[in-house]
RNA sequence: GACUUGGUAGCUCAGCUGGUAGAGCACAUCCCUUUUAAGGAUGGGGUCCUGGGUUCGAGCCCCAGCCAAGUCACCA
């Protein structure tokens, strides 16, 4: 007999006996899934019953409190060793040496990891061994959760360590992790897989430190931020993400439906229009962290929904926005770094004021050596030829700069650079140039190849407003499917007139990934959008239809096993073999359901749909 | 949306010209009883992403699909 198979009996029983009734309560349409489950995930299953047997509980309800961190005791113990006599500390349970009598383990908690010592005569001073020889050594495995009381000692190897006094069960885990191994620097088996990090991103956070770090300093950098604006005395506001009309950007939105307004909805692609609706409010300054949504390409620097600021200052200009953005941005990452100068890929970016400015115009003469600044549309569209940059007819004099600039200019911008000066026709809610016709003051920040803020002079003129709507309802009737909508009640506000505004959107994503030297934007979203991973057809679907047709609960796991993961192939198969292959299971797992009759087996295949 | 690459054990990955599915870690049993990715022995574990096709025979070849990564397009 083969020794797995006896294990997997146990387990099965445990499963039909006891446990299974509250894995159905679950999950009841994939309680078979609950049963399919790999010979590992049988042995903590079956641990979690021993512990149970043994009077313990391996989800107790008591708070557990801890006195100590991983790092504060790495950090403090060798400067002096009378501290941490008397630690208590919670974690995950990491790496297991077992020497027989005396064990090694790695406890891991969310500053870090600690080596734990246990010894069977310390766990056990009586004569009973159990709790050493088999709860620690037999039921505990890698990724159960644990707290422990002892004392902080040096190893023979030197390596810092708690003596285990005493050791309590936290939360018993019935799922191996990925078992990541590290020496001298050099990382074994590493869990690098991005589609399996993403879609289980704590699996990725237990296992690779490196990405903990990542989101503490996304965290940071947004703390930097807030408290940057807050000393200036601005309010922090939010606004509505439902929005009966979407603006205050060129994109297309995600479409929603409100039951009781019985009204279409969108999410916000921006919250523009809600924070000038606050600066004609009367605040001098309002900001916000908002999540928008934008309903387009996925790239690695494009999620579907992703954060913004957006600060709005009353009577300011855009060079005055500008001198903002560069004192923010150096402040962030002198928080964050210590220095101006932070590593990006193989380059060093230096976001030390000032930064370089160029106007639209002198950036393609920059990088072109064309001057473009007085050509017409069809001189321009000449231009665009000779430098191999494509176009389609659709474009006008501004999206052909445009399409310039971001072809031969924006990819070679690595330092922080200030774009400024944009064609009227790209900018519908910017104010015209006080002194060059046909463009807005605007400005973008390019960092590292791409545009991490964008900002103007707001438009507050509302006849100007409306016109600049009403061209852009010309571009949405020529088919431009980001063309923005005239929103009557934005125009509303500000015919009672908003005061002069400087207005701004920085990208936090992007600059998550400048400051944390990301590659990808997944890098810096915990639970960057994916698509929905598909299940093999309709399961839950499937084992209705098989409880429909009068199958018990524990033939329907072996169906599965036998291969009949469908209604379909069970219907068109033959009864006989049906019935011969579940017999087979149950003798080869040694069941302890009595065998089913043919004229069962054949009357479950006649009954399915 | 297009192209390229990939999908094999819980994890990391091999797999020859198409010929009985492999390793390390993890897991189990036993021995050992103070270790540093690592004590020893033995053992179990697979829908080779899915569905078709070619073939005596497919993890491998062909077609279609799914998922991911990269590049491009759109976009912040």
């Known amino acids: 007999m083969i020794p797995g198979i006896k294990s997997c009996k146990n387990s099965f029983n445990v499963l039909l006996n006891e446990n299974y009734s509250s894995l159905i309560s679950i999950d009841k349409n994939k309680s078979y899934m609950a049963l399919k489950i790999s010979e590992q995930e049988h042995f903590r299953r079956e641990a979690l019953r021993e512990l149970k047997e043994l009077g313990i509980n391996p989800y107790p309800a008591d708070k557990y409190d801890v006195n100590v961190t991983a790092k504060d005791i790495l950090k403090h113990f060798s400067e002096d060793k009378t501290l941490f006599q008397d630690v208590q500390i919670a974690g995950r349970l990491m790496g297991r040496r077992i020497m027989g009598s005396a064990s090694f383990t790695e406890l891991q908690d969310s500053t870090g990891r600690i080596q734990l010592y246990f010894n069977r005569d310390e766990i056990c001073p009586g004569e009973d061994k159990t709790m050493y020889n088999t709860v620690f050594k037999r039921l505990l495995d890698i990724g159960d959760i644990i707290g422990v009381k002892g004392f902080v000692f040096i190893t023979k190897m030197g390596e810092i360590t708690i003596h285990v006094k005493e050791y309590t069960i936290l939360c018993k885990s019935l799922r191996p992790l990925p078992v990541v ?43 930097s931020m807030r408290d940057f604006l807050l000393s200036k005395d601005y309010l922090e506001v939010e606004t509505p993400v439902l929005q009966p009309i979407y603006g205050g950007a060129a994109a297309r939105p995600f479409k929603t439906y409100h039951n009781t307004l019985d009204t279409t909805l969108y999410l916000r692609i921006a919250n523009e229009l809600y924070l000038k609706r606050l600066i004609v409010g009367g605040y001098d300054g309002v900001f916000e962290f908002a999540k928008d949504f934008r309903n387009e390409g996925m790239s690695r620097f494009h999620n579907p929904e992703f954060t913004q600021m957006e600060l709005y200052v009353a009577y300011k200009d855009y060079e005055w926005m500008m001198e903002l953005v560069e004192e923010m941005i150096e402040k962030i990452t002198l928080d964050l770094h210590g220095t101006t100068q932070i590593p990006v890929g193989d380059k060093v970016i230096d976001f030390k004021r000032p930064w370089k400015r160029y106007s639209m115009y002198e950036a393609i003469e920059h990088f072109t050596g064309v001057d473009i600044s007085e050509m017409t549309e069809d001189q321009l569209r000449n231009t665009t030829k000779e430098l191999g940059v494509e176009t389609d007819k659709t474009m006008g004099r501004g999206k052909l700069i445009d399409e310039i600039f971001g072809e031969k200019c924006e990819a070679q911008l690595i330092q922080p650079t200030f774009i400024t000066d944009y064609p009227v026709e790209m900018s519908p809610l910017a104010k015209k140039h006080r002194t060059k016709p046909g463009l807005v003051e605007r400005f973008e920040a390019i960092c590292n190849g791409k545009e991490i803020c964008n900002a103007f002079s707001e438009l507050n003129d509302p006849i100007d407003q409306r016109a600049r709507f009403e061209e852009q309802i010309e571009l949405g009737r020529r088919g431009d499917p980001e063309a923005m909508i005239l929103d009557e009640d934005f125009l509303k506000a500000i ?27 997944q890098d810096v979203l915990f639970f960057p959008q994916m698509r929905p991973e598909k299940t093999s057809g309709t399961e839950g679907n499937i084992n209705d239809e098989f409880t429909a047709a009068g199958i018990p609960e524990p033939w329907i796991t072996l169906l599965h096993q036998a291969g009949y993961s469908t209604a379909s192939t069970l219907k068109e198969a033959n009864p006989n073999k049906v019935f011969n292959q579940l017999c087979g299971l149950r003798k080869k797992q040694k069941l302890d359901i009595p065998a089913p009759k043919p004229e069962d087996v054949k009357s479950w295949i006649e009954n399915i749909g």
């Open 495 to 521: 015919e009672h007139g908003m005061p002069p505004t400087a207005g701004l959107g920085i990208g936090i994503d992007r600059l998550a990934m400048i400051m944390t030297n990301s590659n990808s934007i």
């Open 181 to 223: 191994k590290e020496k001298d620097g050099e990382v074994y088996d590493a869990f690098r897989d991005p589609e399996q990090r993403y879609r289980q991103r704590y699996l990725d956070l237990i296992v690779n430190p490196e990405v903990r770090q990542v989101f503490h300093q996304r965290a940071r950098m947004i703390q």
